[in-house]
């Protein structure tokens, strides 16, 4: 079965600065996505960015880039010049790549911001 | 266009009452999936639909969790017999089966209290 870990519970950073956001995975398959999903109170999942397994290039959105190293299974989010919306639970994800698999989540990271 | 929508966004129920939940994908996605969303932690899979057929209920917790999609747009979750352990945010998601087939868009959740 495929896990998905989030080690850290809660993290906080500075406006304008730079935080990293950890996410460890296990599987035994190898073609796969990984996403990074925020959730603001609202509850609505919002996807922020999403690696395929079999590209090398970390992917990048704006001010949210990953680091994904395929070997060691880890996949962290990055988030430069944060901004007081980015304040929400973000959650780690990971699918097989067949169109009907479900997403299994880590246990979320709560982001603060302080002004 | 509009999103992936849920009813009732709240929902209080009893123990023991039988509660049920709707969910309306965006049109034309083939793909619809329920998540269960515990306080404090990650969604869980409960069960996935590609059109009209459910085609995986191996996340549904037990027989009291029934899942519908009889014209393979609309979807309902029924839960019966409601037990407090029932308490929790329950998503719905849907995806396009071709394309962007990786990507799940989420509603904004029910969430269901059960006293």
């Known amino acids: 079965a495929q896990t998905v870990t989030q080690s850290q519970p809660e993290m906080s950073v500075q406006e304008a600065e730079t935080v990293t956001l950890s996410c460890t995975y296990d599987t035994s398959e190898s073609d796969y996505y990984l996403f990074w999903y925020k959730q603001p109170p609202s509850r609505q999942m919002i996807l922020v960015i999403r690696q395929e397994a079999y590209k090398q290039q970390n992917a990048t959105e704006n001010r949210f880039s990953v680091n994904f190293q395929k070997a060691a299974k880890s996949f962290s989010l990055k988030i430069s010049d944060s901004q007081l919306g980015d304040a929400a639970m973000y959650f780690c994800a990971y699918k097989i790549s067949n169109a009907g698999n479900m997403l299994t989540f880590g246990g979320g990271t709560r982001l603060m911001v302080k002004p | 266009g509009a999103g992936v929508s849920q009813s009732p966004r709240y929902k209080v129920a009893k123990r023991g009452q039988d509660v049920a939940l709707r969910c309306d994908p965006i049109?034309?996605?083939?793909?619809l999936f329920w998540y269960q969303q515990a306080l404090g932690q990650g969604p869980e899979f409960l069960t996935y639909?590609?059109?009209?057929?459910?085609?995986?209920k191996s996340g549904l917790p037990s027989d009291r969790f029934f899942a519908e999609r009889p014209e393979g747009s609309v979807s309902t979750l029924k839960i019966q017999r409601t037990q407090q352990e029932d308490s929790a945010v329950y998503l719905c998601?849907?995806?396009?089966?071709?394309?962007?087939?990786?990507?799940?868009?989420f509603g904004p959740g029910t969430r269901l209290t059960v006293t």
């Open positions: 998601a849907s995806s396009p089966y071709s394309g962007r087939a990786y990507e799940q868009y």
């Open positions: 639909f590609q059109n009209e057929a459910q085609l995986d």
């Open positions: 049109s034309g996605h083939v793909s």
